[in-house]
T-cell receptor, first 111, second 115 residues
């Protein structure tokens, strides 16, 4: 089955700097890669996603890149703000009916 | 409206109790999911319903019993749970379960404590 590895497990960046979270997946059949942000006591919130026919996608301060050959995908957050502090999960989906999550990255934005 | 509503938000139950978790969405989504999340861990898939039929059961113990009364509702019936079943139970829905065509939206979860 699919396996998603996510690094780092914890990331601290100065406010205003950029944050990068990287993931790899194992199953080349995966074709959908969402990213979720989870704040304490809340459910995961979809923040951006990318499909296998696209190499890069951007939404304001958030961008995601996908390298299908290497089975890598990454989340980039620029100009980080205190409200970006949360746990971020990457995920991979095969055929849309199973979303397999990475172990998560706890992002701390330092003042 | 991209909202998935879960009730109750918190639940404390004894090991001999029977309780149910409820999930509702009005986005016309045809796939609904139950996930279990332990502290500091990612969500783990439990069940998938596609067009009101159970399509995936990730070898979940029978003390968890899902039910999909209609395309907008998803229940999880709980009976004879163990303390280790204490977790955040998350419901999600997506437009189509096949071909990875649609994003999944999560509810806020039910925080379950088994005593």
């Amino acid at each position: 089955g699919e396996n998603v590895e996510q690094h780092p497990s914890t990331l601290s960046v100065q406010e205003g700097d950029s944050a990068v979270i990287k993931c790899t997946y194992s199953d080349s059949a995966s074709n959908y890669f969402p990213w979720y942000k989870q704040e304490l006591g809340k459910g995961p919130q979809l923040i951006i996603d990318i499909r296998s026919n696209v190499g890069e996608k951007k939404d304001q301060r958030i961008a995601v890149t996908l390298n299908k050959t290497a089975k890598h995908f990454s989340l980039h957050i620029t100009e980080t703000q205190p409200e970006d502090s949360a746990v971020y999960f990457c995920a991979a989906s095969i055929m849309g009916d199973k979303i397999i999550f990475g172990k998560g990255t706890r992002l701390h934005i330092l003042p | 409206d991209t909202e998935v509503t879960q009730t109750p938000k918190h639940l404390v139950m004894g090991m001999t109790n029977k309780k149910s978790l409820k999930c509702e969405q009005h986005m016309g989504h045809r796939a609904m999911y139950w996930y279990k999340q332990k502290a500091k861990k990612p969500p783990e898939l439990m069940f998938v319903y596609s067009y009101e039929k159970l399509s995936i059961n990730e070898s979940v113990p029978s003390r968890f019993s899902p039910e999909c009364p209609n395309s907008s509702l998803l229940n999880l019936h709980l009976h004879a749970l163990q303390p280790e079943d204490s977790a955040l139970y998350l419901c999600a829905s997506s437009q189509e379960a096949l071909e990875g065509k649609s994003e999944a939206f999560f509810g806020q979860g039910t925080r379950l404590t088994v005593v």
